[in-house]
């Protein structure tokens, strides 16, 4: 059976004492000759993962269990229990989210309030991740680890990585890890390049009193610089997190300073005020590419910090593989192919569907056909590439007609210094002792697949 404690954290957001007791005599309509109609401690655990965002096969994972068996479990019972006590008919129940959206609605939430979390995806499992979470969660709960000096919370934090690295993956698990920890939680997707100004006009409608701080008395603040000053009052009043992802997309291309498109140069003022303003918040940005409002500092008393999200280990990176079930026999190739995706995540998992679909899951003959960059990853990587300024892509093509380490005098005539640290913040080149070199799949597409 399942810990008690597991999933606990719900405790905070969630009136569970009033819920478990309602939902007891939801079961009891339910299920009316059930022997007992208190909630077992594996349908109170369930139920908790499920107000905490985590879908059934988590809950799975976490218990050490056949998904499956979540699913029927669920199926029989919570989302019965939820269709009675709200009043909706029996089955109407489509999706594991809509247990928390439901119950919210019905007034058991607790007082945190939670703008867009049910828009937050539904990720695969996280692996390898354990030290970026355990530094993210002391910047942002300012708990150093024993070696480490004591430093004040980060007010502003990028999550920065190429494509498929998993920045997303990583700052969903730590909302859920940490979310207990704030009155406020907001994730907001950039992906649809929302301007500014809706984003703070939905957000200061949700937040409980926000618009009591505007500074022209209004009702609802006039204008975007108005909207900015009334949440950063409510942040410093407040304990929020905030979680931005995708924030590249509002980055002009074909620039390595992390410019704005036309329109979105408001964001670059959220984030100064967000970075040198005085508050009680966080807010996390996830993005490709880094920006020139988040300036880097290796002071350990900076409110602002950068993670730079690397490809994951090899042990963590054969867990993917092993995952997707791809053949054993091939283990000892499996080491080749993450060496070939520099750990990535999502090119693995792209990679081992081909393999599956065209190799009959074997890795060896796979690597036979000497053919990394296709389809999906060829995608990425292009993604990518059309980003770059010209100064970047002549590196990029420099580097692979060297076909060797290059050192970095030899890159910055005529090269800018701030283009070569541009590629390296989008992990398209590395660098060793000897110099600068391309990743191996970036080296196959600038070879063979530009003209």
């Known amino acids: 059976m399942a810990s008690p404690a597991l999933f606990e954290q719900a405790e905070t957001q969630w009136n569970l004492d009033k819920l478990y007791a309602d939902l007891a005599e939801a079961k009891r309509e339910v299920v009316p000759h059930a022997r007992s109609h ?20 988590d809950i799975a994972d976490y218990q050490c269990v056949v998904e499956g068996t979540v699913e029927v479990s ?13 009043g909706r008919d029996r089955t109407s129940l489509e999706s594991w989210r809509d247990v928390a959206t439901w119950l919210q609605a019905a007034g058991y939430s607790a007082q945190q309030v939670a703008i867009n979390w049910s828009q937050m995806p539904d990720i ?6 354990e030290a970026e ?3 993210l969660k002391d910047w942002i709960l300012a708990n150093p680890s024993p070696k480490s000096k004591p430093s004040p919370s980060a007010r502003l934090i990028a999550i920065n990585g190429p494509a498929g690295i998993g920045k997303t993956s990583l700052s969903i698990a730590l909302a859920k890890t940490i979310q207990s920890e704030f009155e406020g939680v907001i994730w907001q997707s950039l992906r649809y390049r929302p301007k500014l100004e809706d984003l703070l006009n939905q ?41 931005l992802d995708n924030f590249e997309t509002l980055l002009t291309g074909g620039s390595f300073m992390g410019e704005y498109e036309s329109g979105y140069e408001a964001y670059g003022e959220l984030l100064r005020r967000i970075g040198e303003q005085q508050h009680q918040s966080c807010v996390l940005v996830t993005s490709r590419e880094g920006s020139r409002d988040m300036p880097k500092s290796r002071a350990s008393s900076s409110p602002i910090r950068h993670l730079d999200l690397a490809g994951l280990k090899p042990q963590a990176a054969m867990e993917i593989l092993k995952m997707e079930q791809l053949e054993e026999t091939g283990k000892s190739h499996w080491s080749m192919l993450i060496s070939q995706y520099r750990g990535n995540p999502l090119m693995l998992r792209i990679v081992a569907m081909t393999i599956h679909e065209l190799f009959e899951g074997n890795v060896r003959q796979f690597l036979g056909q000497r053919m990394t960059l296709f389809g999906d990853i060829k995608y990425l990587i292009n993604q990518q590439y059309e980003r770059l ?43 060793s002792s000897a110099g600068f070199t391309l990743i191996p799949v970036v080296m196959e597409y600038v070879r063979h697949h530009l003209p």
């Open 389 to 431: 300024s010209s100064e970047e892509q002549d590196i990029l093509v420099h580097l692979a007609d060297a076909a060797e380490p290059v050192p970095l005098e030899s890159l910055t005539q005529p090269y800018r210094l701030d283009a070569v640290k541009g590629l390296l913040g989008r992990s398209l080149i590395e660098k």
């Open 38 to 57: 208190e909630l077992t401690e594996l349908e109170r655990t369930r139920l908790r993962g499920l107000l905490l965002g985590y879908s059934p096969a």
């Open 74 to 86: 669920l199926s029989n019972g919570i989302y019965r229990y939820v269709e009675a006590l709200t």
């Open 203 to 243: 957000w200061l409608v949700q937040l409980p009193d926000a618009t009591a701080h505007s500074p022209t008395g209004a009702s609802e603040p006039v204008n975007c610089y108005d909207q900015l000053t009334v949440l950063m009052d409510y942040l410093r009043d407040h304990r929020c997190l905030v979680i």
């Open 133 to 135: 979470l355990t530094q």
């Open 124 to 129: 695969p499992k996280l692996y390898g991740r």
